[in-house]
């Protein structure tokens, strides 16, 4: 096999792995490992959604799973913030760092570990792979040794946010894998945090699967700083019934190399899907988003804006699908991207896509890269204000509006707090590195 990644991976026997005991659970994990070895590798060479990932590279790294960590992440720079919290250190389930007291009743959370047989059953979408054409989600399943599930009844209000930690705190290159799955019922409510934080090297995997059942209401907001030589590749799947909303917002700061495959999936009559995006790359960073967004039925609406800065020899991609499917007449999509390079050496490449199959749809969607207004430079050097400091207030107003609309004040000054940090903090000043 020429991948030593997978190779790496297949070697583990998953006796260790929770669910280890159900037949259901090994069944579906041997599926797993017996796509990854028939396709040998994460993705195809000639495949368009990864064409700039440097894959071979991510394959070439023959990482084990690390041990559970058995020092405290509180260090790490995780304070304890009020509400229901889920930590995870290196991939592993952290109980100690933890706290779910402040669910309201009808909500369940849950680790990996702790599912029983009758859970797994009912649980049933953490088992099933995606149908993609990469083995990301086979790489995740086959291997994840921590995870959640989130349940939320019908009705039920979730009036502090959720956290979901990651914590990085390895001190060799691991390979960690985390299977989650948050299903939300009937006009439940729910607002949740998931944050990368910490050191760590190595490649981190992070599945996720969405259920916004009628008139559920989710607003997350993924706040991504994880350590600096990590590589970080994540899969978001939503899927809505009719008038359920979801409103994301995505913050893309730290990690050597990201990668976040969203796929969201309109399923019912009034769903709505508001995306926001915010890349922020420096020195050498890479960061991806794979956007494949489908309206399958009629009457449902999807707002897309992204917007990523690119500075030294940095790259940001963003390949965005969106699909209105044959019958799915009276949709409204569209799909927005503004960049900014800050050297000659950064890269940014945009291509966003339409597919249109039905009729009476509104649909439309825009790209620019451009840089730095010179006379917006020139105002604020003339007001006395560094070329750095002038830069890093242009660069933090161009991305900041993408963050306005984030409903809890906590969570958008903690966002915009983290914006601003690293700005400011950028070591290249925007010159190649």
């Known amino acids: 096999m020429g991948s030593a990644l997978l190779a790496a991976a297949l070697r583990e026997d998953g006796s260790a792995l929770?669910?280890?005991?159900?037949?259901?659970?090994?069944?579906?994990?041997?599926?797993?490992?017996?796509?990854?070895?028939?396709?040998?590798?994460l993705a195809h060479a000639n495949s368009e959604r990864w064409r700039y990932m440097p894959v071979r590279a991510l394959e070439a790294q023959s990482l084990s799973a690390g041990e559970a960590p058995v020092s405290a992440v509180e260090p790490m720079g995780v304070p304890r913030?009020?509400?229901?919290?889920?930590?995870?250190?290196?991939?592993?389930?952290?109980?100690?760092?933890?706290?779910?007291r402040a669910l309201p009743p009808g909500a369940v959370g849950l680790s990996l570990a702790d599912l029983d047989d009758g859970q797994w059953a009912r649980y049933a979408q953490l088992l099933q792979l995606?149908?993609?054409?990469?083995?990301?989600?086979?790489?995740?399943?086959?291997?994840?040794?921590?995870?959640?599930?989130?349940?939320?009844?019908?009705?039920?209000?979730?009036?502090?946010?959720?956290?979901?930690?990651?914590?990085?705190?390895?001190?060799t290159p691991i390979a960690t894998h985390v299977r989650c799955l948050v299903r939300m019922g009937a006009g439940a409510s729910v607002t949740l945090r998931e944050r990368h934080v910490g050191g760590g090297s190595g490649l981190a995997t992070v599945s996720t699967r969405w259920i916004l059942e009628e008139g559920a209401m989710l607003h997350v907001v993924q706040q991504q700083q994880a350590g600096a030589s990590l590589s970080l590749l994540?899969?978001?799947?939503?899927?809505?019934?009719?008038?359920?909303?979801?409103?994301?917002?995505?913050?893309?700061?730290?990690?050597?190399?990201?990668?976040?495959?969203?796929?969201?999936?309109?399923?019912?009559?009034?769903?709505?899907?508001?995306?926001?995006?915010?890349?922020?790359?420096?020195?050498?960073?890479?960061?991806?988003?794979?956007?494949?967004?489908?309206?399958?039925?009629?009457?449902?609406?999807?707002?897309?804006?992204?917007?990523?800065?690119?500075?030294?020899?940095?790259?940001?991609?963003?390949?965005?699908?969106?699909m209105i499917e044959a019958g799915a007449d009276r949709?409204?999509?569209?799909?927005?991207?503004?960049?900014?390079?800050?050297?000659?050496?950064?890269?940014?490449?945009?291509?966003?896509?339409?597919?249109?199959?039905?009729?009476?749809?509104?649909?439309?969607?825009?790209?620019?890269?451009?840089?730095?207004?010179?006379?917006?430079?020139?105002?604020?050097?003339?007001?006395?204000?560094s070329q750095s400091q002038a830069r890093a207030m242009l660069v933090a107003a161009h991305c900041r509006a993408l963050l306005e609309d984030i409903v809890h004040p906590v969570l958008r000054a903690d966002a915009e707090a983290a914006l601003d940090a690293v700005v400011a903090n950028w070591p290249s000043g925007g010159q190649p590195a």
């Open 130 to 171: 995606a149908d993609t054409e990469d083995e990301l989600d086979a790489l995740n399943l086959a291997q994840a040794r921590g995870g959640f599930v989130l349940d939320v009844s019908a009705g039920s209000v979730l009036d502090a946010p959720l956290e979901i930690i990651h914590v990085g705190n390895a001190a």
């Open 234 to 322: 994540r899969r978001d799947e939503f899927r809505l019934a009719a008038r359920s909303t979801l409103r994301l917002h995505a913050l893309e700061l730290g990690a050597a190399l990201s990668r976040r495959d969203l796929s969201i999936r309109l399923d019912g009559e009034d769903a709505c899907a508001e995306v926001r995006q915010v890349a922020l790359t420096d020195g050498r960073q890479h960061s991806e988003l794979a956007l494949d967004l489908r309206h399958a039925v009629g009457g449902t609406r999807s707002e897309l804006r992204c917007r990523a800065v690119a500075s030294a020899r940095a790259r940001a991609v963003l390949h965005g699908a969106i």
């Open 331 to 385: 949709s409204d999509a569209s799909l927005d991207t503004r960049n900014l390079l800050l050297s000659e050496s950064a890269e940014i490449d945009v291509r966003p896509t339409m597919e249109i199959h039905a009729d009476e749809v509104r649909a439309a969607h825009g790209a620019s890269v451009g840089q730095i207004d010179p006379g917006m430079m020139f105002y604020l050097r003339s007001r006395g204000l």
């Open 81 to 100: 913030v009020a509400g229901p919290r889920l930590v995870f250190a290196d991939g592993y389930f952290a109980p100690s760092m933890s706290d779910l």
């Open 18 to 41: 929770p669910g280890a005991g159900n037949a259901e659970v090994q069944a579906a994990r041997s599926q797993a490992r017996a796509r990854l070895q028939l396709r040998g590798g």
